[in-house]
């Protein structure tokens, strides 16, 4: 499976999908970290990877074809506790199931969009 994550998600997440044989984009420490949400977007798709990020601004395109977008919304959000997070959802999905599918994790809920018709 193929996913990008964004500057925001831990090291430790990149190198633990890393592990479990997932082909991992890490943007951190390249000349993409800082893009635009929408050169982002361009990206994540072009390549078609799973986008994994903090920002809530990409659950406005749940309605788009995608390759798969989970969100990270904690309330007091630290490596460990997002991290964490993040490895629950990777769990709970195979990976044929993420193209066209939102998922936003808080605290203690989790919403789950698909793209419709797909």
């Not at 949400?37 to 990206?43: F, I, R, V, Y």
């Not at 390549?47 to 798969?68: S, V």
């Not at 997002?82 to 629950?88: F, K, N, Y």
């Amino acid at each position: 499976m193929r996913v990008l994550i964004d500057e925001n998600i831990p090291v430790i997440t990149a190198q633990a999908l890393r592990d479990l044989e997932y082909d991992v984009l890490d943007i951190r420490g390249t000349s993409d970290q800082g893009m635009t949400d929408k050169s982002l977007w361009d990206l994540t798709q072009g390549q078609r990877r799973l986008l994994i990020t903090t920002d809530k601004g990409f659950a406005q395109r749940r309605d788009e074809l995608h390759h798969g977008i989970l969100i990270i919304r904690l309330r007091q959000p630290n490596r460990h506790r997002i991290h964490q997070r993040i490895m629950q959802a990777m769990e709970q999905f195979e990976p044929e199931e993420w193209p066209e599918m939102l998922v936003v994790v808080r605290d203690t809920v989790q919403s789950v969009w698909r793209v419709s018709g797909a």
